[in-house]
């Protein structure tokens, strides 16, 4: 048991005085009071009030001050002693009032507080004895006269005696107080240990291992505590680790398990999850390129920062930079102390240079597949570049793999080809077997057939030549190298006499085209691409101011391949001409139903506008209505509108022919319009649609009733005549 301290013991000595203090306090009252109760009875009044002041003073003015001492104190206690012998005048029963206050100093346990007062009575027992003649110590005598050497040697002995006994006694007092004060502290440290030992049981069962032990001081069951602890820390940070290292295997592996077949996606899916799972901020994977050749090489594969997939191309050779020194040396490289140019990290808040790199090579049994490249705003703990390492094994396991599975899918694919050519060829074999069998059978019916074929085949191609010879079109076809393979008779005349003139079947057709070569070979080019070309040219083959409608349409096999082009054209100038006619009667058509006030317009059977004039559509332009050609009647008229000229379409439609008169009210005018409603007629005489014309006779209108009017008036004007 560790022994407390002077400064540790100080408070519980300090109770003890502050007791004895209050017992002294109240022992001072009350000798002053049995002062005053003595001179009751001797009639010492002077002596209890001015003794028993003084006392008081010197007891409470250092108190009250500050400055209270217990050594004064026991002087103080001892100065009544000599009072009550003043008061008694001498009687032998006031010496016990010293031993009364002996006890009283008992309680300070201090045997040095008993020195003052006894060596107080000691010189006042020894004044009394040698001087008891003296008038100053006449009124200490009156009853007990002079002491004898026996009184005073008997006297000055029991003082002594009782005075040892207590001195002896404070110092036992003392060493008990010390003992239960050391037992108390003691106890108040056990106790605040076992608490503390409680509260630092319970964090750790609360799973707060990191928790501070509450005291600086801890006992043997605290050590072991704090040595659970420091225990339970390391197995919680290696099961933490162990944990860390073996969900990211497990879901790296997972990744390459699922993706071994695709090597990007692979590299892709993986490098994300590593990226984001060691809480880095950018990565790379490059892969071993052309192993084994000049041109061995490694490539970016894969490139992530801040979560997002970078698309960059990168190649770097063997030995170049620290990815190449990584891949070459087959060792993980670390650097915390990064180069300003080697890699510069950005994002949203701007650029910084990372805290750490860590390069580690893929590889399987010592051969190297490729290179991961991490970078961090963090430094890597060392269980982290070990897990980075067994990825690193895991991803180039499955790297392998992957290629082996190419490589064994090739084979398998080539072996499936052979294998079937084997079959084919078997199979071949065998049909040749069989029919070298029956060759001798099939040699004269062959014979009969390629006769007969022959036949057929001529046949066949003067049919052909006589029907393509027998149309006044020109029909060419050509292979895909621009030879001339069939050209008919049309086009051979066509061509006499002209630049063309030497072309024919196995000529090449571009040769004789001059400034017009690339224009018709890209007409060539885009029919041999699987296109269809139908369009009109001027033709001025013999200078003649005519136009031909060419066909040029790709050839395609029974296998949907094309292996040539055919080009039909035929002189369409009649037609070109008919067009052109009609296109001036439209022109000329507008330009006579736009040349007046009146409104035109024609619709088909469905309402769509065939064609408006201008002055209809500017009056439903000033409703807010477009109105043009395909745009439906019945959609743009308002509801009325529709309720009234929906039913004159139908006649119309239906071959009907309307004259009508009408009156409309527009704002705060009356019109007054004439209407004719005419089917129009195909050549089989078929109504296809019906034209509606609207004129304003208002005018007329007006005019005729004003001349009615006149006419009334002079036919008033006759009759009162």
């Known amino acids: 048991m560790n022994q407390l301290t002077g400064v540790e013991l100080a408070p519980y000595y300090q109770k003890v005085t502050d007791q004895a203090n209050a017992i002294a306090k109240r022992a001072t009252f009350s000798f002053f009071l049995i002062g005053v109760l003595l001179a009751a009875f001797y009639n010492t009044w002077s002596a209890a009030f001015v003794g028993g002041v003084v006392l008081l003073a010197l007891f409470f003015v250092p108190l009250a001050l500050g400055a209270y001492n217990r050594y004064l104190n026991s002087l103080i206690l001892a100065g009544f002693t000599i009072q009550f012998h003043y008061q008694l005048q001498g009687l032998q029963a006031s010496h016990f009032f010293y031993f009364v206050v002996l006890t009283i100093l008992l309680f300070y346990e201090d045997w040095r507080v008993l020195v003052p007062a006894a060596l107080l009575h000691l010189v006042f027992v020894t004044l009394l004895y040698f001087k008891s003649d003296h008038a100053f110590i006449q009124p200490f005598v009156l009853q007990s006269g002079a002491l004898t050497v026996g ?422 100038t009649q037609r070109h001409k008919a067009e052109n006619e009609t296109q001036k009667r439209g022109f000329i058509i507008n330009a006579l139903i736009n040349f007046t006030n009146d409104s035109y317009f024609a619709i088909d059977k469905e309402y769509k506008i065939l064609i408006a004039n201008n002055t209809l559509k500017n009056r439903f332009k000033t409703s807010g209505i477009e109105l043009n050609e395909g745009t439906k009647i019945t959609e743009v008229l308002s509801a009325d509108a529709l309720k009234t000229w929906q039913g004159r379409y139908d006649k119309g439609l239906a071959g009907e022919r309307q004259h009508f008169t009408e009156e409309r009210i527009t704002g705060d005018k009356r019109l007054f319009l004439e209407v004719f409603v005419e089917p129009i007629f195909d050549d089989h005489q078929e109504v296809i649609g019906c034209a509606v014309v609207s004129r304003d006779i208002t005018e007329q209108k007006n005019a005729i009733d004003k001349a009615a009017m006149l006419e009334a008036e002079l036919a008033v004007k006759k009759i009162k005549l």
């Open 151 to 572: 009184d005073f040697t008997l006297h000055t002995l029991i003082v002594a005696a009782y005075t040892i006994l207590c001195a002896i006694w404070s110092e036992l007092q003392h060493r008990q107080t010390s003992e239960s004060a050391q037992q108390a502290a003691q106890m108040q440290k056990q106790l605040a240990l076992i608490e503390s030992n409680q509260q630092f049981a319970e964090s750790i069962s609360e799973g707060k291992l990191k928790a501070e032990y509450p005291s600086a001081n801890p006992d043997s069951l605290g050590l072991s505590l704090l040595s659970m602890r420091k225990s339970l820390l390391e197995a919680n940070e290696r099961e933490e680790k162990e944990r860390f290292t073996t969900l990211g295997l497990a879901t790296i592996g997972e990744l390459l398990r699922t993706h071994v077949n695709e090597l990007q996606t692979l590299c892709d899916t993986v490098l994300a999850e590593i990226v984001s799972y060691m809480k880095a901020n950018q990565g790379s994977i490059f892969t071993l390129e052309q192993e084994g050749t000049r041109d061995e090489h490694l490539k970016l594969m894969s490139s992530r920062a801040w979560n997002r997939k970078k698309f960059l191309e990168k190649r770097i050779e063997m030995g170049q930079g620290l990815v190449g020194q990584a891949a070459i040396e087959k060792s993980t490289i670390y650097m915390t102390d990064v180069p300003e140019d080697y890699i510069v990290i950005t994002s949203g808040l701007g650029e910084s240079n990372p805290r750490s790199i860590i390069i580690v090579p893929l590889k399987n049994e010592e051969r190297v597949v490729g290179v991961l490249e991490l970078a961090s705003f963090k430094k890597f703990e060392s269980f982290e570049i070990e897990f980075l390492e067994k990825v690193g094994e895991s991803i180039a396991s499955t790297i392998l793999n992957s290629r082996n599975n190419e490589r064994n899918k090739e084979l398998l694919e080539q072996s499936s080809m052979m294998t079937e050519q084997m079959k084919a060829q078997e199979e071949e074999m065998r049909q040749n077997m069989e029919e070298m069998q029956a060759t001798q059978e099939e040699m004269e019916r062959a014979q009969r057939m390629l006769s007969e074929q022959a036949r057929e085949v001529n046949e066949k191609q003067n049919n052909l030549n006589a029907l393509i010879n027998a149309t006044s079109d020109s029909i060419i076809a050509m292979d895909k190298h621009y030879r001339i393979i069939v050209m008919n008779d049309t086009l051979r005349k066509r061509y006499k006499g002209t630049q063309y003139e030497g072309l024919d079947v196995g000529a090449d057709a571009l040769q004789t085209l001059g400034a017009v070569r690339d224009e018709w070979k890209a007409h060539y080019d885009r029919a041999l691409a699987g296109e269809h070309l139908q369009f009109v040219l001027k033709s001025s083959v013999k200078g003649e101011d005519s136009f031909r409608e060419y066909f040029i349409n790709p050839m395609i096999d029974a296998k949907g391949s094309v292996f040539g082009l055919s080009v039909v054209s035929r002189d369409v």
